[in-house]
């Protein structure tokens, strides 16, 4: 049985004005090195182009860690996030990070995000990278009636380029 994302209860999947999942298996790669890529936000820009202006509340170092308090620009929209969730893979445990994001200003402007990893070990030496994103606001409504979504194939680009940056270190 695969695992899953743990989703707070006000932006469960099914009940958000939005909700994507992308997921790749790849071989040759571990979770934790998987993890160890996406926590440090220097390699964002390798990874993604839709993520940028990254900044730590408390100057921090480019370490994602929990509780950490950051901000970036995504779909043009600045958001506001907090690391919620950060754990290693161990045995059968599958190494996670989330991150609770939110957007301010006007009612039309207003964003409120669960954006969550989860990198599992399989067998014959194999990783899943699973990310799933909920959202609740009028831009997330106005996303998810696009067509094609832009979020769920921006976050494909960043699944791929996860797991290509993350190949590329472990070498």
Do not use: C
Request: charged share 25%; aromatic share 10%.
């Amino acid at each position: 049985m695969q695992h899953s994302i743990h989703w707070p209860d006000d932006l469960v999947p099914g009940f958000a004005d939005n909700f994507v999942s992308n997921e790749i298996v790849i071989t040759d790669l571990d979770p934790n090195t998987v993890l160890d890529t996406l926590i440090d936000t220097r390699t964002w820009a390798e990874q993604y182009d839709n993520a940028t202006d990254i900044q730590f509340h408390n100057g921090e170092p480019p370490f994602l860690n929990v509780d950490l308090r950051f901000q970036f620009v995504t779909f043009d929209l600045p958001v506001q996030a907090e690391v919620t969730e950060l754990e290693r893979a161990d045995g059968n445990t599958p190494a996670r990070i989330a991150w609770h994001g939110w957007v301010d200003g006007e009612p039309e402007e207003q964003l409120d995000v669960y954006h969550a990893w989860l990198f599992e070990a399989l067998p014959d030496n194999r990783v899943r990278l699973l990310t799933q994103e909920t959202q609740n606001g009028a831009p997330a409504r106005n996303m998810a009636t696009a067509t094609p979504n832009p979020m769920l194939n921006k976050h494909q680009e960043w699944i791929e380029g996860l797991a290509r940056v993350a190949s590329r270190r472990k070498r």
